[in-house]
């Protein structure tokens, strides 16, 4: 196993630049191709999210792995190499599985715990399945990085310990006050039909918001999730792109998440929402429970569609029960995931110097070799790098104590919500940059220890399952090389002794192959036992020097475990 990760998350990096690294559909897919067409790489899965992008390979090369990886993130994220390696991180072989395994766990999110990783884990598998850029290593790594996050989430109380992103975002928002007490009777305008914004509307429904309002480009994805809203008792109704920026004006609270590349919500719009007469005026009266849903549709270009992540099939009342369950927390903590820790004195700087002015662009990869990297990509997770260093706010409150007339909540990457907002007066905006520098300042739980357990042992286990698997092909060659002997020999007794009958012929047949079996044996299982550990690599090689056994053999054996490998889903 070659596995190399290189990547940068919202632990390495600054909300801005994460922003404008962010990849589209169409720049994974390009990544992907581009990755395998590297002569370093034989296959590769990308995992992007909100807070992170990371490309996995499987590489020949570490040093030619690295600067490839790097510069294929660099050009497809259309951030420049130089700007982008301060803010790199690398992980290899068994550290890299250790890295997967603990964001699968949540240990790694903004906020600890949280599930929405594993839908992304699964979809980033499904992709490179599709583009046949997964072989037998990112097949069995993503595979059991799920297995690993399903397991740390019903074993331990990490869902206890961490909360969704969603349920942390209106903490903030509520401040002092407790959620539930803080949304009674307000109304809410949820921008997105996606996932993450179906989660949103599913949990504002739970805290008590007296109405939901759903925008949308699409229109039937924002009436399915007004239909499924509805079954569960909410108040909820379906509008257009086209009036947002008049329904800022009726609503107390904004939760925004699509995949726009520009703003949804200007500093102009939100403005005018809060001190127009629409923002000033009474409330006008809800609608009773149980009337149609109102749908008034017109369409915004800058709005990306949305995909409601298993929101078919479900009853709706089941639904909206399953995504309030996934919001539903008790508390919160930051960090985790780490097996390596750094020293108090190589906190305030990279301890290999690659956070300096000098250190830019691939040449700053050069030379340098994976304890160093490893280093960098730990004080990346653990330290502070300095374009990061900034005050702690719980939020962005009101400038000049003016109370809160609309609360904006925005988990978009890029924000979907002007970052300007913050500074008018009456509005208070929560978004990605904020809600990092909260969690960070939350409370550690013991359940994270617990997950670290279960990755700590699964790590060990996926690497000698990985060992085991990389001398199968060799004693597979083995036992084929030992069964052609055998029929060969057994092809020329027959031609010396043509007088045997059928059941002596068989017999003598059978007495050479036992022979042959017990003889290799037990030196197959102690080669195998051996592989599993540590440094056991070497052990195929010495096998197939011993044996002279045909690498083409070998290799063929090896070409069709992948192809029966390589279609596999989770």
């Not at 947002?244 to 609503?251: K, M, N, T």
């Not at 809800?286 to 569609?305: H, I, K, M, N, R």
């Not at 985790?336 to 750094?342: N, Y």
């Amino acid at each position: 196993m070659s596995l190399l990760v290189v990547g940068l998350s919202h632990r390495s990096a600054p909300v801005s630049v994460l922003e404008r690294a962010s990849l589209t559909a169409d720049a994974k897919v390009k990544l992907l191709h581009d990755t395998l067409a590297a002569e370093p790489a034989s296959e590769a899965a990308v995992l992007a999210t909100c807070n992170r992008i990371e490309l996995y390979a499987d590489v020949d090369k570490f040093h030619a792995g690295v600067a490839e990886l790097s510069t294929l993130l660099a050009q497809h994220s259309g951030v420049a190499l130089e700007e982008l390696t301060p803010y790199l991180y690398v992980h290899y072989e068994d550290r890299a599985v250790h890295h997967l395994f603990s964001v699968a766990c949540g240990l790694d999110s903004m906020v600890v715990g949280e599930g929405q990783i594993l839908g992304q884990i699964k979809d980033a598998l499904a992709l490179a399945q599709e583009l046949h850029t997964a072989g037998r290593l990112i097949n069995d790594l993503f595979q059991q990085a799920l297995r690993v996050g399903k397991r740390a989430h019903s074993e331990t109380g990490i869902d206890r310990a961490g909360q969704s992103l969603v349920t942390f975002g209106l903490e903030q928002l509520a401040v002092r006050e407790p959620v539930d007490a803080w949304a009674a009777g307000k109304r809410a305008l949820v921008i997105g039909a996606g996932s993450m914004s179906s989660l949103a509307a599913a949990t504002l429904a739970r805290v008590g918001v007296a109405e939901v309002v759903v925008a949308n480009r699409t229109a039937e994805r924002a009436e399915r999730l007004v239909e499924i809203l509805g079954a569960g008792g909410a108040v909820a109704r379906a509008i257009g792109m086209a009036q947002v920026a008049e329904e800022l004006g009726r609503v107390d609270v904004v939760v925004s998440c699509t995949g726009a590349t520009g703003l949804v919500l200007t500093g102009d719009e939100v403005a005018a929402a809060v001190s127009g007469p629409a923002g000033l005026s009474p409330t006008p009266p809800l609608p009773e429970t149980g009337t149609p849903p109102q749908t008034l549709w017109g369409s915004a270009p800058d709005a990306a569609p949305q995909t409601p992540a298993g929101l078919e099939g479900l009853a709706g009342a089941e639904l909206v029960a399953k995504l309030a369950e996934a919001a539903q927390t008790h508390g919160r903590i930051a960090d985790g995931g780490a097996a390596r820790t750094i020293s108090a004195a190589e906190r305030d700087a990279c301890p290999v110097g690659l956070d300096t002015p000098a250190a830019e662009g691939r040449s700053a990869l050069t030379g340098v070799d994976a304890n160093s990297l490893e280093l960098h990509g730990t004080w990346a997770d653990q330290g502070e790098a300095p374009a990061i260093r900034q005050p702690k706010r719980a939020g962005r409150t009101p400038v000049d104590g003016t109370p809160v007339r609309l609360a904006l909540l925005d988990l978009a990457m890029p924000r979907d919500i002007d970052a300007a907002a913050h500074r008018i007066p009456g509005v208070r905006l929560v978004d990605i940059e904020s809600l990092a520098e909260a969690s960070a300042d939350a409370p550690m739980a013991a359940d994270v220890d617990a997950v670290r357990g279960i990755v700590a042992d699964e790590v060990a286990a996926f690497g000698a399952a990985q060992r085991a698997a990389h001398i199968t092909p060799t004693v597979v060659a083995l036992r084929a090389m030992a069964a052609e002997v055998v029929a060969g020999e057994v092809t020329r007794l027959n031609g010396r002794l043509p007088d045997l009958d059928d059941r002596q012929r068989a017999e003598v047949t059978q007495t050479v192959r036992r022979v042959v079996d017990k003889l290799l044996h037990a030196p197959t299982v102690r080669v195998k036992q051996l592989a599993s550990e540590p440094g056991g690599a070497g052990y195929a090689d010495a096998l197939r020097e011993l044996f002279d056994l045909d690498p083409q053999t070998v290799a063929s054996v090896s070409r069709a475990d992948q192809n029966d490998d390589s279609g596999r889903a989770s």
